[in-house]
C-alpha cells in the first residue's frame, strides 16, 4: 500500500481487500474525513477488462468535496 497526503487530502493506492494481488482498491480522503460520506466505486468492464487508475480523477474530485472515495479493481 502506498500512500500519499496534500492540503486537500490523502490517497491510500492498493489497499487489500481479499487474497488476490487485483482485490485492491485505492482510498480517497477528504481532508476532514471523520463523518464524511462514502462512496464505493466498481468500474465497468465486466471484471475483465479496465482499471480503477481510469477513475482516479474522479476520487479526487469526490474528495475535494468531502466524501471518502473507494474505488476497487
Not at 462512496?39 to 469526490?62: F, N, R
Amino acid at each position: 500500500m502506498q500512500s500519499s497526503a496534500t492540503a486537500k487530502g490523502q490517497l491510500l493506492r492498493n489497499v487489500p481487500y481479499g487474497d488476490e494481488p487485483q482485490q485492491c482498491l485505492d482510498l480517497y480522503l477528504p481532508a476532514a474525513p471523520a463523518r464524511a460520506p462514502w462512496i464505493v466505486l466498481v468500474h465497468g468492464g465486466g471484471w475483465s477488462v479496465g482499471d480503477k487508475h481510469q477513475y482516479a480523477p474522479v476520487g479526487a474530485h469526490l474528495a475535494r468535496q468531502g466524501i471518502v472515495t473507494a474505488i476497487v479493481n
